[in-house]
């Protein structure tokens, strides 16, 4: 299926996503746990830990797979707080679950692919992060739930999108 429709336009119902991934955001004593990108996309780049879904691993799994690969710690009750649609202008389309954490066991630890950065919740790095981030991040930083829609050219954000849900709504609801 073509990833042509207008995304500025908010034409949203025909896309389909590339490749499914995660992103873990794990919060404990005013400060949340983000990660130095080292490889992939965004190498370079301030985010949480994740990464993609593999075949028949639910996107909680995913989660704390990708958490406890990236940074040797492994979330605690981790809970579903939206999911992003990212469009890039290359054809690439992403569909990424967002998950929170109240902690997490064992202690962060650098590795091939991040390395670890506790960071106050008030100093939060967002200049250093992907554009779309600051869009969302806070909301579910303060427990609600979320839709985004974000078009991209390379790192440049070209349209942007994010619906606020009344519900907190459950991983799998959306196939997720």
């Known amino acids: 299926m073509s990833c042509e429709p207008d995304r500025a336009e908010g034409?949203?119902?025909e896309w389909l996503p590339t490749e499914r991934a995660t992103l873990c955001f794990?919060?404990?004593g005013g400060q949340i746990l983000l990660i130095?990108?080292?490889r992939g996309l965004g190498a370079g780049k301030v985010n949480g830990p994740g990464g993609r879904v593999e075949p028949g691993e639910t996107a909680l799994e995913c989660a704390v797979r990708e958490t406890q690969e990236?940074?040797?710690v492994t979330p605690v009750d981790p809970e579903w707080r939206g999911e992003l649609h990212f469009q890039f202008a290359d054809g690439y389309a992403l569909h990424c679950a967002v998950f929170t954490a109240h902690d997490c066991m064992g202690e962060a630890v650098e590795t091939d692919e991040a390395a670890p950065l506790w960071t106050s919740l008030d100093a939060i790095p967002f200049q250093e992060m992907w554009a779309d981030d600051i869009h969302w991040l806070p909301g579910?930083?303060?427990?609600r739930s979320f839709r985004g829609y974000f078009h991209f050219d390379g790192e440049t954000?070209?349209?942007?999108?994010v619906e606020w849900l009344e519900t907190q709504m459950t991983a799998g609801s959306d196939g997720i």
């Not at 579910?140 to 427990?143: D, H, I, R, S, T």
């Open 36 to 38: 130095r990108k080292k």
């Open 11 to 13: 034409n949203w119902t």
């Open 157 to 161: 954000m070209l349209s942007r999108r």
């Open 26 to 28: 794990v919060v404990r």
């Open 70 to 72: 990236e940074l040797g």
């Open 140 to 143: 579910v930083l303060a427990g």
